[in-house]
Nanobody, 121 residues
Framework: VQLQACGGGLVQAGGSLRLSCAAS????????VGWFRQAPGKEREFVAA????????YYADSVKGRFTISRDNAKNTVYLQMNSLKPEDTAVYYC???????????????WGQGTLVTVSS
C-alpha cells in the first residue's frame, strides 16, 4: 500500500483545513488508518484513527471535538477534517495504514510522506 497525504497549507487560527490520504492498492479498505503529526522540535504524536469499516474512530484529547476522521473506501481515501485550528496544531501531518486502529505508531505498516499544516495566530 502506498499512501499520499495532501491538503496542508497556511491558515489563520480558527480556520479549517481538510487533509486527504489517498491510497493505492485494492486492499486498502481492509486497513485501519491513523493520522499522526510532528511539530518542529517535538516527537510525533497521535491525532486520530479509524478502523477499516469506519465503525470505530477515536481522537487525541487535544483535537477531540475539533477534528473528524472519515474514510471513503470506494475512493481509497481517508480524510481528516480540521476545524477551529490553533497555532499549536502546526505540524507535519502523516497518515499511516495498518492492521488495527491504534494510537501507537508502531502498529502501522505503511506511511505517507506528510503534509505541512501551518496555523498563524
Amino acid at each position: 500500500v502506498q499512501l499520499q497525504a495532501c491538503g496542508g497549507g497556511l491558515v489563520q487560527a480558527g480556520g479549517s483545513l481538510r487533509l486527504s490520504c489517498a491510497a493505492s492498492g485494492r486492499t486498502f479498505r481492509s486497513y485501519a488508518v491513523g493520522w499522526f503529526r510532528q511539530a518542529p522540535g517535538k516527537e510525533r504524536e497521535f491525532v486520530a484513527a479509524i478502523n477499516w469499516s469506519a465503525g470505530n474512530t477515536y481522537y487525541a484529547d487535544s483535537v477531540k471535538g475539533r477534528f473528524t476522521i472519515s474514510r471513503d473506501n470506494a475512493k481509497n481515501t481517508v480524510y481528516l477534517q480540521m476545524n477551529s485550528l490553533k497555532p499549536e496544531d502546526t505540524a507535519v501531518y502523516y497518515c499511516a495504514a495498518g492492521g488495527v486502529d491504534s494510537d501507537y505508531a508502531g502498529v502501522y505498516d505503511f506511511w505517507g510522506q506528510g503534509t505541512l499544516v501551518t496555523v498563524s495566530s
